[in-house]
């Protein structure tokens, strides 16, 4: 069974940064469209960032200038680097692993921001 495992949440005051991690035993990483998405309570799971196979990024407009999604080929990881939290960035962060072989998600990890 593939797994992703995502890893790096936690509790963070307003203005602080996080950096969550995706990695995965089974997947070549640098092979698929990567992507990270949250669900806040209550709320429908957003898109909060991707990046291609081949590097291109994209961000939803709440994010963008404070988040950064990358990879590490040697690593086979990926990130997402979060600054200037806010308590609307609060959820549960899903990595996801997307190509013509397959949708993969992992479980989730939990990102509060509050005081």
């Known amino acids: 069974q593939v797994q992703l495992v995502e890893s790096g949440g936690g509790l963070v005051q307003p203005g602080g940064s996080l950096r969550l991690s995706c990695a995965s035993s089974?997947?070549?990483?640098?092979?698929?469209?990567m992507a990270w998405y949250r669900q806040a309570p209550g709320k429908q799971r957003e898109l909060v960032a991707t990046?291609?196979?081949?590097?291109?990024?994209n961000y939803a407009d709440s994010v963008k200038g404070r988040f950064t999604i990358s990879r590490d080929n040697a690593k086979n990881t990926v990130y997402l680097e979060m600054n200037s939290l806010k308590s609307e960035d609060t959820g549960i962060y899903y990595c996801?692993?997307?190509?013509?072989?397959?949708?993969?998600w992992g479980q989730g990890t939990q990102v509060t921001v509050s005081s």
């Open positions: 089974r997947l070549t990483f640098r092979l698929y469209n």
């Open positions: 990046r291609t196979s081949g590097g291109i990024t």
């Open positions: 996801n692993a997307r190509s013509d072989w397959g949708d993969y």
